[in-house]
């Protein structure tokens, strides 16, 4: 299976309150975290060539990992409408922390994704609400994160949406953490934990419905979209 992570890589490499987490940047944590023998990982930044998914890229990655934060606008709207098609074409795609507001989980969604957040680093108690779903296998009831940034309802997603995880902050404020949705061909998962400057990213757990997450959304159909709406078979009959 290959899996591309793509990491937009600002205030990462240069922050010492990322790098001693992450000191090869978040990209890195993530294919480290998620490696196993089923999965072939690529590291995409957007500073490299084409954003990092030139499309002959695009046409081989079975599920894209999208990490970004304060660079959604550097992403060409080209490129937003390329890694559409290929959801909508059977790639799985899986959406980390602040890449709600990317171009792409917007696009996808047909709504503004906003939130509400606070940069506390406070607990974060996230629940399996749907044990039966695949992104949970091998996950407990539930499990705490120490810091985290905390996000908060109403998070303004598409209603089809289905929650598998739903987090309490010790602010109080409770979110929808974890949220499987299908696009065309394409499965899509949200998961909210994994702020730059939290050691989330570390967590056995975390990386646990990740590396899930990944597994489900490569069940993606990958027969190929029709691209008429009346079957051929109609236009023979004369119908």
């Not at 985290?148 to 598409?158: K, L, Q, S």
């Not at 289905?162 to 602010?171: E, Y």
């Not at 590396?211 to 119908?239: H, L, Q, T």
């Amino acid at each position: 299976m290959n899996v591309t992570v793509w990491n937009e890589c600002r205030r990462q490499l240069d922050n010492p309150a990322v790098t001693g987490f992450y000191p090869q940047g978040i990209h890195q944590a993530v294919i480290d975290g998620i490696a196993a023998a089923d999965l072939h990982l690529t590291a995409a930044l957007l500073d490299d060539a084409e954003c990092g998914l030139p499309q002959d890229l695009l046409n081989q990655t079975d599920v894209l990992v999208w990490w970004g934060h304060i660079a959604h606008h550097e992403v060409p709207d080209e490129l937003v409408y390329r890694i559409r098609d290929r959801v909508w074409n059977g790639m799985g795609l899986v959406v980390l922390h602040s890449g709600h507001y990317s171009k792409i989980f917007q696009l996808l969604n047909g709504t503004s994704c906003r939130l509400h957040w606070r940069e506390a680093n406070e607990k974060e108690r996230i629940w399996c609400i749907d044990p039966t779903h695949p992104v949970a296998e091998g996950l407990p009831e539930t499990f705490t994160l120490k810091h985290e940034e905390t996000y908060g309802e109403p998070f303004m997603i598409a209603p089809d949406g289905h929650t598998v995880f739903q987090s309490w902050f010790k602010g109080g404020e409770t979110f929808r953490s974890g949220v499987a949705l299908q696009r065309e061909n394409g499965r899509i998962f949200y998961f909210q934990p994994g702020h730059e400057s939290c050691p989330s990213l570390l967590d056995e757990n975390v990386l646990k419905i990740i590396g899930n997450a990944v597994r489900w959304c490569a069940g993606s159909s990958k027969k190929p979209y029709p691209e008429m709406c009346i079957p051929k078979a109609f236009e023979n009959d004369g119908v």
